[in-house]
């Protein structure tokens, strides 16, 4: 962030403490800088690891050492509280950022677009498409993929919108998302395509109806802090990105839940069971509530394979679950939620009326994680830990757990 004449101006591609000439715009009420030439380097600037040109736009601090990139996020999820949310840092347990194993090659899930070339992500700053040939924040079995599968999945490029890219460990399956119907043409290429490159198997998803399965694309892992209970993946269904610091997000989280033999604990949004499983290891019973039915089947099979006998599944929106559990009268200790980047703006209301002692949110967007613990700490929740997690190292993304405990009368 730059000033000229008084008012700011948002300046991409240039560090904070550089000195930079930028050609400026004005952009409705705001000012945006574009950098011509770098006068003054930051010391934390370094070359790009990426050799793909141009550049793509969902990496863009490749340029900023990664304890700096640290250090901004941790600032950017703490100053985001203090302005949206109204939350003094001094009133929070910050704790030390939880760092990524591998700062490169941690990605096991990527969404590709299909370009007039082969496969890319969007361009920086735009929805125009950037081939790509090899990334190196992908995993090393989705390192080259997208350069080795795109001629593979040519016949698709006019039918398809998108294609995910799944690894765990060295299993690697695939989804391509539709315009339209699934054809005869789009199972031949996909299958050549499983056949040739050794692929576990893909999803053909079309844009109604069921998905078509070629080969076996569900991929098999295992629930963070529980071994003993399996954790079903498939490239259309989300998943955590980086599976070596999942294990971290997850034991922040239940340490900051700190669930007993006795607690009932109400997750919503709680997708394949990343956290439910590890939860219930320790919390009574757990309700865990999911929209999307292939999580929510993905779920329903780690319980049967796992053996778990106190986790209930409830597929359906997370409002209208909780409004029926309402009905009901169920009553929880503990709340955990994992919103989309939208958040949950009814987190406080649910707390309140569900009687719980403790809500952990775990947070993909720091301002909706802002907005929503203010609404908590004015429903008389008082902040606790913040961990910040950085997921996603190279990008401007960052996840955070939070706790907040009910204010003794």
């Excluded at 141009?54 to 100053?79: F, H, M, N």
């Excluded at 081939?131 to 190196?136: E, S």
Aim: charge should be neutral; hydrophobic fraction near 45%; proline fraction near 7%.
């Amino acid at each position: 962030v730059a000033h000229h004449d008084g008012r700011a101006v948002f300046v991409r591609g240039a560090l904070p403490g550089e000195v930079v000439r930028a050609v400026v715009t004005e952009e409705g009420r705001v000012l945006r800088g574009e950098v011509e030439a770098i006068h003054s380097p930051s010391p934390a600037r370094r070359p790009s690891p990426c050799h793909e040109k141009p550049c793509c736009g969902g990496y863009e601090w490749l340029t900023l050492e990664e304890s700096a990139q640290r250090d901004a996020k941790q600032e950017i999820v703490l100053s985001t509280l203090e302005h949206l949310g109204r939350i003094a840092r001094d009133t929070v347990d910050v704790r030390p950022v939880l760092a990524s194993p591998r700062a490169l090659g941690y990605r096991r899930r990527a969404v590709l677009h299909f370009t007039r070339t082969g496969l890319g992500f969007f361009e920086r700053g735009s929805h125009a498409r950037v081939t790509v040939h090899a990334c190196p924040l992908l995993a090393e079995p989705l390192f080259d993929l997208p350069g080795r599968l795109a001629p593979l999945l040519k016949p698709l490029s006019k039918d398809g919108e998108e294609v995910h890219l799944l690894a765990e460990g060295d299993q690697v399956a695939f989804s391509v998302h539709l315009k339209g119907p699934v054809t005869a043409r789009h199972v031949e290429a996909v299958e050549a395509a499983v056949r040739t490159l050794n692929l576990r198997g893909a999803v053909l998803v079309p844009a109604e109806g069921s998905p078509r399965f070629v080969g076996k694309p569900v991929l098999k892992a295992v629930s963070p802090l529980r071994p003993e209970v399996p954790l079903f993946l498939r490239p259309d269904a989300f998943s955590q990105a980086n599976a070596e610091l999942n294990a971290g997000l997850v034991a922040a989280a239940v340490t900051q839940l700190a669930p007993r033999g006795e607690d009932r604990v109400l997750e919503l949004f709680s997708g394949n069971g990343n956290f439910t499983f590890p939860v219930a290891a320790v919390a009574h019973d757990v309700v865990a509530v999911e929209s999307g039915a292939v999580s929510v089947e993905l779920a329903q099979r780690s319980i049967r394979e796992g053996g778990v006998r106190n986790v209930r599944l409830v597929q359906g929106d997370a409002r209208k679950a909780c409004e029926a559990l309402l009905r009901n009268g169920q009553r929880f200790d503990l709340l955990l939620v994992d919103p989309p980047r939208t958040g949950a703006p009814e987190v406080a209301r649910w707390a309140r009326d569900f009687g719980v002692r403790t809500v952990v949110y775990v947070a993909c967007d720091p301002a909706s994680l802002a907005r929503d613990a203010g609404t908590l700490v004015t429903a008389g929740f008082r902040p606790g830990m913040l961990q910040v997690v950085d997921m996603f190292p190279q990008t401007r993304h960052v996840e955070a757990v939070m706790s907040f405990h009910r204010s003794q009368e």
